[in-house]
């Protein structure tokens, strides 16, 4: 498989962020290209972060809990 053709998946992590493996191109809400220099990214669900997109770990301090 090449790498464009590489399967991404998208999972979320109990009471974390989402795990994004495979990303080839991550945009902004305005459909510019945010960079991706790893295989494996963490994308903020909990809100808080200081690095949106990307989790910061702030979750566990604030105590960010997922539905079962
Ligand atoms: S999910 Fe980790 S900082 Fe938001």
Do not use: W
């Not at 989402?18 to 991550?26: C, D, I, K, N, S």
């Not at 510019?32 to 990214?41: L, Y």
């Not at 702030?58 to 809990?65: D, E, L, M, V, W």
């Amino acid at each position: 498989m090449s790498a464009s053709a590489e399967r991404v998946t998208i999972t979320p992590y109990p009471d974390g962020p989402l795990l994004v493996r495979g990303a080839a191109e991550l945009q902004t809400e305005g459909g510019e290209p945010i960079e991706v220099t790893r295989r494996t990214v963490a994308l903020c669900r909990c809100g808080l972060s200081t690095i949106k997109p990307f989790c910061d770990g702030t979750h566990k301090a604030s105590g960010f809990r997922t539905d079962v």
